[in-house]
């Protein structure tokens, strides 16, 4: 069998991750792994772990990384990550970039590209508060919409310099249909010889 990409998708809030992961673990037949999912699962179930995450989540921060690290870590253990993943969500802070780096060396691997979604904040706004009317999302008010892109801008736009650095930085403009951004992506992954879509 052949290996799939092992990939990061970073964005601010808005700019289509979720849909372009979806998107992308069909095309090239790995497994989606967002924290979002992870947490939302964990709430709606009232685990331990969700009634904890909830509190931040309903507050627009993010959830601590002890948290967040040992749910990504059991998730990349599981047997359909073993040949490659999508990561949408993690890491968003540069101590969780260090603990990823560590649990990939640890098993031989390391990230293939760092496809880096780019939107225009008052675009996401607009996206953010139309998602909220259409999903009935109570996380999506224009003041903890406002306060994510602001945590966002604090403590994941520096991973952008971390993995420029690293040559493994994709940037894709976001905006546009979601057909136009996936294609974007797909071209310019295969123009750095990653993955066959499927």
Same mark, same amino acid.
């Given at each position: 069998m052949t290996r799939g990409p092992r990939l990061l998708l970073i964005g601010p809030?808005?700019?289509?991750?979720g849909t372009q992961a979806v998107r992308l673990a069909e095309r090239y037949g790995i497994p989606a792994i967002s924290t979002g999912?992870?947490?939302?699962?964990n709430v709606k179930n009232e685990t331990e772990l969700g009634l904890a995450a909830k509190a931040y989540m309903d507050a627009g921060d993010n959830v601590p990384d002890s948290l967040t690290n040992a749910l990504i870590r059991d998730r990349l253990g599981e047997s359909?990550? @073993?040949?490659g993943f999508l990561l949408d969500g993690y890491p968003r802070t540069t101590d969780q970039v260090r603990e990823l780096d560590e649990y990939l060396a640890g098993n031989g691997t390391a990230l293939d590209a760092v496809v880096e979604l780019q939107a225009d904040p008052e675009i996401v706004v607009e996206r953010l508060r139309k998602r909220a009317v259409e999903q009935s999302r109570a996380d999506?008010?224009?003041?903890v919409v406002r306060h994510r892109l602001e945590v966002y801008r604090e403590?994941?736009?520096?991973l952008i310099g971390v993995y420029g650095s690293r040559d493994v930085l994709v940037?894709?403009? @976001?905006?546009?249909?979601?057909?136009e951004v996936t294609d974007r992506i797909v071209s310019a992954l295969t123009g750095r010889g990653l993955g066959t879509a499927a």
């Open positions: 809030p808005g700019a289509g991750k999912d992870i947490f939302r699962f359909d990550a @073993a040949n999506d008010t224009d003041d403590q994941t736009e520096p940037p894709i403009d @976001a905006i546009g249909s979601v057909d």
